[in-house]
């Protein structure tokens, strides 16, 4: 089921490509880290450099939850809300249970005193018990009616530009864009290529048990409780060796968790000249400021001479 969004999305994509052979990175401030953006590109791309790189080795990975778009609050979160609502309303009983009441309710507290085993019931119980085509179809249909409650936009609107823009100059270049995220596959797979111009087979991301099932009219996967893979943190790395076999040169993550610091490391390891980037949230304004309280991600972007991209100072425009 292909989501299909308005005209608007599709102008916007036709603009970056236009502006790419201009200014490959418009929505970019002028310094330093655009500069070395632009620097790292042309001499992997560029023959008889001796940094080129072949166009086969060429490999992008991004994080995507407040790398690629908003994650405050987490998308698919919104989602497992989104979810609630529909199975209460086809089975009302639901509204009295746990956790539907607390969803239905807005209670927070709820949550909050119950922990991470709730939290994680929540998610197995609205993204499971479904086939594969099911839940394609409830992904989609959340796309196209959902707003991010903070932004008050279509949540497609809640993509950062500056990242469509770096998408395309690196695609326009030979680079096969990747994305490792810690959200499940099959939820990200829907609209990543319409987002993004990355196809779902170049899509990493958590995964649920699945089961194969022929039989009573249906032919499908069923997606069934429980966590096979938690994409996140060391696991990045592992993922990346299973689904792609070659370590990226240039690797987007953001601080916000640490979840990405082991996907860039990951790609220092490379035999070319590679480069990482770390988006840091720190544009109250236009976006959302929150730091880890350890600030890993920041340190030890300093300590790898990785490039930290402040949304505040190096991207004029957030969102499209």
């Known amino acids: 089921m ?17 502006q790419a052979q201009e200014d ?3 929505s970019w401030n002028n310094g ?3 500069e070395h953006i632009i620097a790292f590109v042309t001499a992997v791309c560029t023959v008889g450099s001796p940094d080129f790189v072949p166009v086969e080795d060429r490999i992008a990975t991004f994080d995507n939850d407040g790398t690629l778009w908003a994650e405050k609050p987490l998308i698919q979160g919104l989602f497992a809300i989104f979810r609630i609502h529909r199975m209460v309303l086809q089975n009302p009983a639901l509204k009295t249970k746990q956790p539907f009441k607390a969803v239905i309710e807005h209670n927070k507290e709820y949550f909050e005193k119950a922990g991470m085993p709730e939290i994680m019931k929540l998610f197995e119980i609205t993204h499971s018990g479904m086939t594969a085509t099911e839940f394609r179809n409830e992904v989609a249909l959340f796309f196209q009616t959902v707003k991010h409650p903070t932004l008050k936009t279509p949540l497609y609107q809640s993509v950062y530009k500056p990242q469509l823009e770096l998408l395309e100059y690196l695609r326009i270049h030979g680079f096969k864009n990747f994305i490792c995220s810690g959200g499940t596959v099959d939820f990200m797979r829907v609209v990543t290529d319409t987002l993004y111009n990355i196809p779902s087979e170049r899509v990493m991301g958590s995964e649920l048990k ?17 966590m096979f893979v938690f994409n996140d943190k060391q696991e990045k790395p592992v993922s990346i060796q299973y689904h792609i076999g070659k370590r990226p040169i240039l690797a987007c993550g953001n601080e916000g968790g640490a979840g990405d610091v082991y996907m860039l490391r990951f790609s220092q390891g490379n035999q070319y000249k590679s480069l990482q980037l770390i988006v840091n949230h720190d544009d109250a304004e ?13 340190n030890m972007a300093h300590q790898y001479n990785w490039e930290i991209i402040s949304m505040k100072n190096d991207w004029n425009v957030i969102f499209p």
Not at 2 to 18: A, D, E, N, V
Not at 210 to 226: F, T
Not at 286 to 298: A, G, I, T, V
């Open 2 to 18: 292909k989501i299909l969004h308005p005209l608007l999305l599709l102008l916007l994509i036709l603009s970056i490509r236009t």
């Open 24 to 26: 490959p990175l418009p």
């Open 32 to 34: 330093p880290v655009k």
């Open 210 to 226: 699945y089961q194969y099932i022929d039989s009573a009219g249906v032919n499908d996967i069923m997606r069934l409780p429980g």
């Open 286 to 298: 236009r976006e959302f400021y929150y730091q880890e309280k350890d600030n890993k991600s920041l």
